[in-house]
Antibody, heavy 125, light 114 residues
Framework: QVQLVQSGAEVRKPGSSVKVSCKAS????????ISWVRQAPGQGLEWMGG????????NYAQKFQGRVSITADESTTTAYMELRSLRSEDTAVYFC??????????????????WGQGTLVTVSS | DIVLTQSPDSLAVSLGERATIDCKSS????????????LAWYQQKPGQPPKLLIY???TRESGVPDRFSGSGSGTDFTLTISSLQAEDVAVYYC??????????FGQGTKVEIK
């Protein structure tokens, strides 16, 4: 059974950067798209971007273009999300999520059936 | 970007009664080449990640109780909980994954017990 395990909570000052990791275990990594979705306190879900490790590069939501980098290391089956120039509005729980079908099954996108546990990033001076 | 609008924002339903949540898309998410609607429904409980309930608008994910069902096509979709149980108290989100990113979510609907 595939699992996604994320790195622990982070506290950062405004203007700094944070890098969150998402390690996949128990299944195929490279051919499945992994996305990052964030959730501000008491708010809804917001897609930030995603990557298919064997293809790269990542796609990003326009809102985060230039400020976020999503990468994947096939050797360690780990995906990363780095967010720069942090501001207080970036305080949120950040989730990684894997699509339910991979490239060898379909070239079409699919829903997210596996999620990491979430990583709380707090931005405060 | 495709905008998804859910209604209502919240609802309270008696145990055993039906709960219905609507999701309206600003653009059709029906892919004509395979006749599939690229829409999913998720359940999120406090402190937990979202859980996939329904994909392709009406296909139940493995292990999801059959009281959960999805319907609709094109731009209008519905999630129905046929007989609300206490463990169904949660926030429910629709999400589109049509064609190419960005993927978007509805604003969420909070379901409570009356």
């Amino acid at each position: 059974q595939v699992q996604l395990v994320q790195s622990g909570a982070e506290v950062r000052k405004p203007g700094s950067s944070v890098k969150v990791s998402c390690k996949a275990s128990g299944g195929t990594f490279s051919s499945y798209s992994i996305s990052w979705v964030r959730q501000a306190p008491g708010q809804g879900l917001e897609w930030m971007g995603g990557i298919i490790p064997m293809l790269g590069p990542a796609n990003y939501a326009q809102k985060f273009q230039g400020r976020v980098s999503i990468t994947a290391d096939e050797s360690t089956t780990t995906a990363y999300m780095e967010l720069r120039s942090l501001r207080s509005e970036d305080t949120a729980v950040y989730f990684c999520a894997r699509e339910r079908t991979g490239l060898y099954e379909t070239h079409h996108p699919s829903a997210f059936n596996i999620w990491g546990q979430g990583t709380l990033v707090t931005v405060s001076s | 970007d495709i905008v998804l609008t859910q209604s209502p924002d919240s609802l309270a339903v008696s145990l055993g009664e039906r709960a219905t949540i609507d999701c309206k898309s600003s653009h059709s998410v029906l892919y004509s080449s395979n006749n599939k609607n690229y829409l999913a429904w998720y359940q999120q409980k406090p402190g937990q990640p979202p859980k996939l309930l329904i994909y392709w608008a009406s296909t139940r994910e493995s292990g999801v109780p059959d009281r959960f069902s999805g319907s609709g096509s094109g731009t209008d979709f519905t999630l129905t909980i046929s007989s609300l149980q206490a463990e169904d108290v949660a926030v429910y989100y629709c999400q589109q994954y049509y064609d190419s990113p960005p993927w978007t979510f509805g604003q969420g609907t909070k379901v409570e017990i009356k």
